[in-house]
């Protein structure tokens, strides 16, 4: 399926590429880069066939014909004189980038063990549910990672393939790094895993990820004993940063150990984050009231067009049920909200939706962020997922550097997310993620 998609917008790309060298033949290779770069966007987005395009766009200069297809494709921007923020790099369509989306349950073909955490009981525990899987022993990830060649995309669609079990040594917490001159919400990471099994467009691993595969701590038990040193009053503290807190908690039974642990914590407050349904073993734990499970949210058809292999709204809906009834409390993150046409029904109908399910006083935290990523994942997104919608919209260089919506849409967003859920209580702790101090002062002022 999606490689028809691909076919299609490779052959789209290959006409402009051909269009731009014969009627714009005397421009040089950069500024006939940005033209095809632009018209293949705006081709895409409004559905007008490549030649038909080229033949409306005006006679003038490079720079008048730039700033006009820049309008054309960025016109919020355009209207907050921001067309300098765009971002126009090279296409890089290819077969070996694309990500197939034929859905399998998740068996990796190797378990790849350091030999200090052969003997763990998660190393057994991966045995005895992939019993087909080849095991390597290995000295050290570090080590095993020195002699393989540059990590490509093509690695990253293939890392499912592959479990790492090590034993973590040295970055067991950290403060979640934020981003520049945004306001923080001081959380804290506990960095148990690294990776994920679901594939969601926008996913900032897919440019962050250098290993081939996905990790998993054995040494739990050393996270515990350094935790004491590591604490801070009333802290809050999550090991859903760098990977899906519960996709495999069946196996590995993290969240047994972390809740069990936890209660001698009662002022700090643990979250499990998941676009799962998988809280079987949460059932099961007995919590002391600090342990917060929380979902990323969407409208059904951000979640179907995105986040491949997660469970549907409606599973998740009814896992926050079931959560809620035993005693946990629950986080709603609203994180990356995308912007399309029709967002503030389909948004408003989430939340009315939520609230009527649940009560404000079983919500331990809300957290709304719009779309934003690291400019070099444009292009992965592009590759692996050529039929995504996402990068339709105006995305520019924001107040970090990461490509965002213009500030406009994002006051918009915020705002009237904001209003829906005061509506049902002013007390909820409702947070801004990664945004600027200027957005939060017109949204919470
Ligand atoms: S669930 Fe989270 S970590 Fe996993 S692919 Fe989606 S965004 Fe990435």
Redesign the pocket.
């Known amino acids: 399926m999606n490689l028809d998609i691909f076919n299609k917008e490779f052959a789209r790309f290959k006409k402009i590429n051909n269009l731009v060298n014969n009627y714009f033949a005397s421009f040089g290779v950069n500024k006939k880069q940005e033209l095809i770069r632009l018209i293949f966007e705006i081709s895409k987005k409004e559905e007008i066939p490549p030649l038909k395009l080229i033949k409306e766009l005006p006679q003038v200069s490079f720079d008048c014909l730039k700033d006009y297809l820049i309008k054309r494709r960025f016109p919020i921007a355009s209207l907050e004189n921001q067309t300098q923020r765009v971002y126009l790099p090279k296409i890089r369509l290819n077969k070996d980038s694309l990500f197939k989306l034929d859905k399998k349950d998740f068996y990796p073909k190797t378990i790849i063990i350091e030999k200090d955490a052969y003997t763990s009981s998660l190393t057994q525990r991966f045995i005895k549910a992939f019993p087909k899987a080849k095991r390597i022993l290995i000295e050290s990830l570090k080590s095993y990672l020195r002699c393989r060649l540059p990590f490509t995309i093509k690695d990253y669609n293939r890392r499912k393939d592959v479990i790492f079990i090590i034993n973590e040594k040295a970055d067991f917490f950290k403060r979640c790094p934020c981003t520049k001159k945004a306001i923080s919400c001081g959380y804290h990471i506990f960095n148990l895993s690294f990776?994920?099994?679901?594939?969601?467009t926008?996913?900032?691993?897919?440019g962050y990820t250098n290993s081939p595969g996905i990790i998993f701590s054995s040494n739990l038990d050393r996270f515990f004993d350094l935790f004491n040193a590591y604490k801070k009053p009333k802290m809050r503290i999550g090991s859903?940063e760098?990977?899906?807190s519960l996709?495999l908690d069946h196996i590995t039974e993290y969240s047994l150990e972390i809740i069990d642990f936890f209660r001698k914590y009662p002022d700090a407050r643990f979250e499990f984050?998941?676009?799962?349904k998988n809280i079987e073993n949460l059932l099961k734990a007995k919590h002391k009231g600090n342990i917060v499970v929380s979902w990323?949210l969407s409208p059904e058809r951000i979640i179907k067009e995105n986040?491949f292999f997660?469970a549907r709204l409606s599973e998740r809906v009814i896992s926050i049920e079931r959560c809620i009834q035993a005693g946990y409390k629950i986080g709603l993150h609203f994180d990356p909200v995308i912007y399309f046409d029709g967002w503030r029904k389909e948004y408003s109908n989430l939340i009315e939706m939520l609230f009527r399910k649940i009560k404000p006083k079983d919500i331990a935290w809300i957290s709304i962020g719009t779309l934003r990523f690291n400019p070099r994942l444009k292009p992965i997104i592009e590759a692996r997922f050529p039929h995504n919608k996402i990068l339709d919209q105006e995305l520019i260089y924001g107040f970090d550097n990461k490509l965002r919506y213009p500030s406009k849409i994002r006051q918009q967003i915020y705002s009237y997310m904001t209003r829906i859920i005061y509506k049902y209580s002013r007390r909820i702790f409702l947070y801004l993620c990664m945004e600027e101090q200027r957005i939060w002062k017109t949204i919470f002022r």
Do not use: A
């Open positions: 990776g994920c099994i679901f594939e969601c926008y996913c900032y691993l897919q859903g760098f990977t899906d996709m984050k998941t676009k799962s990323t986040e997660t």
